[in-house]
């Protein structure tokens, strides 16, 4: 099969390349390196096939598209410090490029798979969040919205493509996927910390620690999505993907530093010290799993212990 990944040498594109690449599989990868890297990918040299370029690039995005059999679209512009520092090149990569690949999938009728998050619910207060609970966000003015609203848009765009045209398209809603690679650069809380432990650094908690999520091992994450990809019924629907076991802020920051066997302290700032006015953290976010655990016969199979422990060896 040749599969091919759009943002491949970023933090979950790289993990599916090296799946479909130990399977067997011709692996071709578009990457900007904005927050890809190529050092993602480079155990991969020789073989994939690797093309550096934009996904609002027609042309290139048309005859990648042309050559496969599968699509998997993970690029995106994402992680709070990313759209936070370059809203116009975030919104734009995710609305206009996701649409670029979107209808090049159409027009040859490929499978697709696109990555879409649970920044979608935005701040629903009712949890744990399923597939049709209502988005509640705040003002487009703010960028966490306005991610939040770029990848809705990505999200009907498949799906009316799929309605109008019959694009065989699966929406997978990934919840704060966590593992190997992904760096703390673009805001994510676990490698942040992580490699913070590891240097005896002090932890930063955003606020007062209360604020809670669920953890996935991008290993587990990367089975749902190869697993979704191989099974037509998910065509034409949206899946959460995510962990289990929800934990504090203050928890994690406590597990990090006993798996890590660490010395730092922890430390607390404010919100409005940590992100600028009008950001607003989300309090609470726990996945309801169970539509892809009966789609797919799915389960999360590694816990945050595991996950710490991973980004701690890396
Ligand atoms: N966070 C923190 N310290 C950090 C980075 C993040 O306390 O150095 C908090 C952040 O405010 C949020 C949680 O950790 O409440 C998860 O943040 P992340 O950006 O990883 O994911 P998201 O908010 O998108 O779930």
Known sequence: MRVFITGGAGFIGSHLADYYVAAGDQVTILDNFSTGSKANIAHLD???TTVEGDIRNVDLVESLTKDADLVLHM???????TILESPIESISTNITGSEVVLNAATKFNK????ASTSEIYG??????LSETDDRVVGAPQKIRWTYSDAKAIEEAMASALHQEKKLPVTTVRLFNT?????TGRYGM????????????EPITIYGDGTQSRVFCHVADAVQAIVTMAAK???IGD??????????????????????TGSQSQITYTPYSEAYPAGFEDIHRRVPDISKVKAAINWVPTKDLKQIISDIAAQ
């Open 46 to 48: 020789g073989k994939v």
């Open 75 to 81: 690029a995106a512009a994402l992680g709070v410090n």
């Open 111 to 114: 499978r697709i798979i696109i």
């Open 123 to 128: 701040k629903n207060p009712k949890q744990p």
């Open 178 to 182: 966590v593992g190997l690679r992904q």
């Open 189 to 200: 809380v676990v490698p942040r910390f992580v490699h913070a432990a590891l240097k005896n």
């Open 232 to 234: 037509d019924s998910t």
């Open 238 to 259: 949206v899946y959460n993907v995510g962990g289990t076991g929800e934990v504090t802020i203050k928890e994690l920051a406590d597990q990090v530093l006993a798996v």
